[in-house]
Nanobody, 115 residues
Framework: VQLQASGGGLVQPGGSLRLSCAAS????????MGWYRQSPGKQREFVAG???????NYTDSAKGRFTISRDNAENILYLQMNSLKPEDTGVYYC??????????WGRGTQVTVSS
């Protein structure tokens, strides 16, 4: 299984980006999906998650600004990021879990928020 993350880039504070994570396997039966961020000098941290029931959860800093969604037909996980701040800078990784023993990570896409 391959997860290809894309959509990162350099954006000014207040700008928007939409990250995509294309899966080589159907995500329809995935039990959970998420986005994580690793900022310089820090450990990878949870940003947003989506479970099979449709429930979504976000880290406090992402609430109200980020939206996680999925396209089952295209097998793509998205993260819409608005009102970006410099502290959102980092490498963003997608994660998809088909079962407790079937967990995959994408390679990551760099997001830099700077003026």
């Amino acid at each position: 299984v391959q997860l290809q993350a894309s959509g990162g880039g350099l954006v000014q504070p207040g700008g928007s980006l939409r990250l995509s994570c294309a899966a080589s396997r159907s995500i329809f039966r995935a039990i959970g999906m998420g986005w994580y961020r690793q900022s310089p000098g820090k450990q990878r941290e949870f940003v947003a998650g989506l479970v099979s029931s449709g429930g979504r959860n976000y880290t406090d800093s992402a609430k109200g600004r980020f939206t996680i969604s999925r396209d089952n037909a295209e097998n793509i996980l998205y993260l819409q990021m608005n009102s970006l701040k410099p502290e959102d800078t980092g490498v963003y990784y997608c994660n998809v879990r088909w079962s407790k023993s079937s967990v995959f990570w994408g390679r990551g896409t760099q997001v830099t928020v700077s003026s």
